[in-house]
């Protein structure tokens, strides 16, 4: 149902974007990412509320692109500045509802548990946040310098990446906090037991081989 409605607003925001270039090099990722999700949920599936928060993700990122996230029209002025902060908040977003699906990825397959299983969801945003900066700016620079400023969104600010990663980093870090006060209420002896097991020293030696 919500890959449905995500894609009705796509194909509806894929009608006339207000640069198609910006607009096909902001879904590259996207539609890559979809498709992944679509053929490995026969192996893994996510819970119900990773794929709401990655559906509210998408639907927000979706909107950027469509305007080009200088132009998007719903400003919300957050610090009282001249840029358009739709970005900032889509950023935000990014830590806010992916840092969870990942947490899943890292418990259900890495079976990390404890301090870790809270802490790597929130070092793979600010790595991937980091990361898609590298990548916008190589593409910019390779196939689209013409239209680097709509699609890098900088707005004159010089440290625009570094604050884009700063708050992905913010909303992961929330997120990471929320789910750790929720473990802890809901299962407290196995939390505390689960974290103090993962920050335990398992091999004293440091040059023990594997």
């Given at each position: 149902?919500?890959?449905?409605?995500?894609?009705?607003?796509?194909?509806?925001?894929?009608?006339?974007?207000?640069?198609?270039?910006?607009?096909?090099?902001?879904?590259?990722?996207?539609?890559a990412?979809?498709?992944?999700?679509?053929?490995?949920?026969?192996?893994?599936?996510?819970?119900?509320?990773?794929?709401?928060?990655?559906?509210?993700?998408?639907?927000?990122?979706?909107?950027?692109?469509?305007?080009?996230?200088?132009?998007?029209?719903?400003?919300?002025?957050?610090?009282?500045?001249?840029?358009?902060?739709?970005?900032?908040?889509v950023?935000?977003?990014?830590?806010?509802?992916?840092?969870?699906?990942?947490?899943?990825?890292?418990?259900?397959?890495?079976?990390?548990?404890?301090?870790?299983?809270?802490?790597?969801?929130?070092?793979?945003?600010?790595?991937?946040?980091?990361?898609?900066?590298m990548?916008?700016?190589?593409?910019?620079?390779?196939?689209?310098?013409?239209?680097?400023?709509?699609?890098?969104?900088?707005?004159?600010?010089?440290?625009d990446?570094?604050k884009?990663?700063?708050?992905?980093?913010?909303?992961?870090?929330?997120?990471?906090?929320?789910?750790?006060?929720?473990?802890?209420?809901?299962?407290?002896?196995?939390?505390?037991?689960?974290?103090?097991?993962?920050?335990?020293?398992?091999?004293?030696?440091?040059?023990?081989?594997?």
């Open positions: 149902m919500l890959f449905l409605a995500y894609a009705v607003l796509w194909v509806v925001l894929a009608v006339r974007p207000v640069d198609r270039l910006v607009w096909a090099s902001e879904n590259a990722l996207v539609v990412a979809v498709l992944l999700l679509l053929l490995t949920s026969s192996r893994f599936r996510f819970s119900d509320l990773s794929y709401t928060f990655i559906f509210f993700f998408l639907i927000l990122h979706a909107v950027g692109a469509h305007f080009t996230y200088p132009e998007v029209p719903f400003d919300l002025d957050l610090w009282s500045s001249t840029r358009n902060d739709y970005d900032r908040i950023h935000f977003s990014f830590g806010l509802f992916l840092a969870l699906p990942a947490r899943e990825v890292f418990r259900r397959i890495a079976d990390t548990k404890g301090f870790w299983s809270f802490y790597f969801p929130f070092e793979l945003t600010l790595a991937f946040s980091a990361l898609f900066e990548v916008e700016w190589g593409t910019v620079a390779v196939m689209a310098p013409d239209s680097g400023a709509s699609y890098l969104g900088a707005q004159g600010d010089a440290f990446a570094v884009d990663v700063a708050m992905a980093g913010l909303g992961a870090a929330l997120t990471m906090t929320v789910a750790a006060v929720v473990s802890w209420r809901r299962r407290r002896r196995r939390f505390e037991d689960e974290f103090e097991e993962s920050l335990r020293i398992k091999r004293p030696d440091p040059d023990e081989d594997d």
